[in-house]
């Protein structure tokens, strides 16, 4: 049902609930749509609430940056090799390592998207 209304079901988890001496099915779902799909999920969840079942909504999560251009890949790159040098860390003592991890991160730091 969902589908015809244009909004991607993600996840579904059913439960059985017993609550004095009434069983009721529980329904977890998620789903995935963008601002302007938000109108046609509500006229899913209109559409369940004419066949008895309620839906409660929590807060969408937030993507707050998403790269989309080739710059973007090479920063997210760049961030994704910083390092904290912990020396908690196993491999702290281990030169050999350490000088591999260094050599990989300076060639990946030199790459450009598109090269």
């Not at 973007?72 to 090799?81: A, C, F, P």
């Not at 910083?82 to 050999?96: G, L, R, T």
Request: charged fraction near 30%.
């Amino acid at each position: 049902m969902f589908a015809s209304y244009g909004v991607n079901l993600t996840y579904l988890r059913t439960h059985l609930e017993n609550r004095s001496k009434t069983e009721k099915h529980k329904y977890r779902i998620e789903c995935s749509f963008n601002v302007d799909q938000h109108f046609n999920f509500k006229k899913a969840k209109g559409e369940l609430l004419t066949m008895g079942i309620s839906l409660s909504e929590s807060d969408p999560i937030v993507v707050p940056w998403f790269p989309r251009t080739k710059e973007d890949i090479n920063k997210i790159g760049h961030v994704l090799l910083e390092v904290n040098e912990s020396k908690e860390h196993s491999q702290f003592q281990d030169i050999e390592y350490r000088d591999r991890r260094d050599f990989i991160a300076k060639v990946a730091k030199e790459y450009k998207m598109g090269q």
